[in-house]
């Protein structure tokens, strides 16, 4: 287990409570271990905001009745390569697809292709997750 070390933080008393109200609501059992998780995801951000490698999921909404989109949202992964790892396709509806694709690189490049598919007719939702292998932040803050 890592060594612990204890810090004092100043924060406004109405800041603090609305965060002790955030925090129970997400079952932490304590103050500490959400600030660590802020921190764990401060340098997340910082990571994927530097275009460092990174691991995503595209989770995409869109009508299969739009002539070729399927074919459109296939080619636009053929031609991303190795960064595309895997997709699960679902029949929501009469009208309705959801697809996650799972893709691995850096972080720009996975916007790129996120972005590509995004952008063609028939795409109603879309949200594009990056996150860490979890090398780079294996063991930053964890106390479980």
Not at 43 to 50: E, N
């Amino acid at each position: 287990m890592p060594q612990l070390s204890r810090t004092g933080v100043s924060l406004d008393e109405e800041l603090l409570k609305v965060f002790d109200q955030l925090i129970a609501k997400r079952g932490y059992a304590n103050r500490s271990e959400a600030f660590r998780d802020l921190i764990r995801e401060a340098l997340l951000a910082d990571q994927v905001g530097s275009n460092n490698p990174v691991v995503g999921t595209l989770t995409l909404v869109y009508d299969h009745h739009v002539p070729n989109l399927a074919q459109k949202l296939t080619e636009v992964q053929h031609a991303a390569g190795a960064m595309v790892l895997a997709a699960t396709h679902v029949h929501l509806d009469h009208h309705y697809c959801l697809e996650v694709i799972i893709m691995k690189g850096r972080g720009k490049s996975l916007q790129e292709v996120a972005d590509r598919m995004l952008a063609l007719r028939g795409v109603e939702l879309g949200k594009l997750v990056l996150t860490t292998s979890g090398a780079s932040l294996k063991h930053v803050g964890h106390t479980h």
